[in-house]
């Protein structure tokens, strides 16, 4: 699987942005989607994933009630919306994608991140 992140750019506090996550393979479909980021200086941490039907979602407190994750998997897309967004969301952002082995996720594939930058 491979994973193309886009829709980065330079937002206002308040404003809404979305990520898009293109995939190519046929697993695909079967795999956790998830979203994470890192801030300049931080280590990257986990933002959202979502399970293979998109039916399940999980969120990091730090975005809970403003973003959200959703896939289609007839598109192979992957979408990370992000509303009321604030400067310290301001990160690249990566989508990853694995399959969940016993309640684990193990994220295989990475995608080449995206930077999202919020000006205050």
């Known amino acids: 699987v491979q994973l193309q992140a886009s829709g980065g750019g330079l937002v206002q506090a308040g404003a809404s942005l979305r990520l898009s996550c293109a995939a190519s393979?046929?697993?695909?479909?079967?795999?956790?989607l998830g979203w994470f980021r890192q801030a300049p200086g931080k280590e990257r941490e986990f933002v959202a994933r979502?399970?293979?039907?998109?039916?399940?979602?999980y969120y990091a407190d730090s975005v809970k009630g403003r973003f959200t994750i959703f896939r289609d998997n007839a598109k192979n897309t992957a979408y990370l919306q992000m509303n009321r967004v604030k400067p310290e969301d301001t990160a690249v952002y990566y989508c990853?994608?694995?399959?969940?082995?016993?309640?684990?996720?193990?994220?295989?594939?990475w995608g080449q991140g995206t930077l999202v930058t919020v000006s205050s």
């Open positions: 990853a994608a694995g399959p969940n082995a016993a309640g684990k996720v193990v994220y295989d594939y």
């Open positions: 393979g046929r697993t695909f479909s079967s795999y956790v």
């Open positions: 979502a399970s293979w039907s998109g039916g399940r979602t």
